[in-house]
Each structure stands twice: as structure tokens, then as C-alpha cells.
């Protein structure tokens, strides 16, 4: 049974407003999800890395590749 073109053009606006509905409904969903993952871990960040944190290892990955004594702190 082929649609009229009515029909047709009622079945996409339907078929566009529920992609709209299903979209809106995964960005809630993925705003809450973000939000409560970040909540449970504690982070003050969203960034999964701080740049402080990146900095102080490759400094400390330095320090342990100089000869014994040339990396003293001090």
C-alpha cells in the first residue's frame, strides 16, 4: 500500500520532530552522565588531566633521568 503524498509528508514531519525528541533526550543524558561522573571522582575539573599535574610529572620524569646528584632540589 504505497502513502499519498499527504501521508508521506505527515510520516516525515512526525519522523523529524521524534530525531529532534531523541536528540534533545541523549544530550540530557549525556550532560547528566558528565556531570555525575565528575561529581563521584571528586574532580573540580572537567579536564581529565590538569596541565599543573602534566607539568609536575614531565619535570620529576626529567630529574629521574640526570645522573645521581645533578637532580638534587636543594
Not at 530525531?19 to 558528565?34: E, F, G, N, S
Request: aromatic residues 2%; glycine residues 6%.
Amino acid at each position: 500500500m504505497a502513502l499519498t503524498p499527504t501521508q508521506r509528508k505527515h510520516l516525515e514531519a512526525r519522523l523529524l520532530e521524534e530525531r529532534t525528541r531523541v536528540r534533545d533526550a541523549l544530550a540530557r543524558y549525556d550532560r547528566a552522565t558528565r556531570e555525575t561522573l565528575q561529581q563521584e571522582s571528586g574532580d573540580l575539573s572537567a579536564f581529565p588531566v590538569q596541565m599543573a599535574d602534566q607539568g609536575t610529572d614531565t619535570a620529576d620524569q626529567e630529574l629521574e633521568a640526570l645522573p645521581k646528584g645533578e637532580g638534587d632540589r636543594g
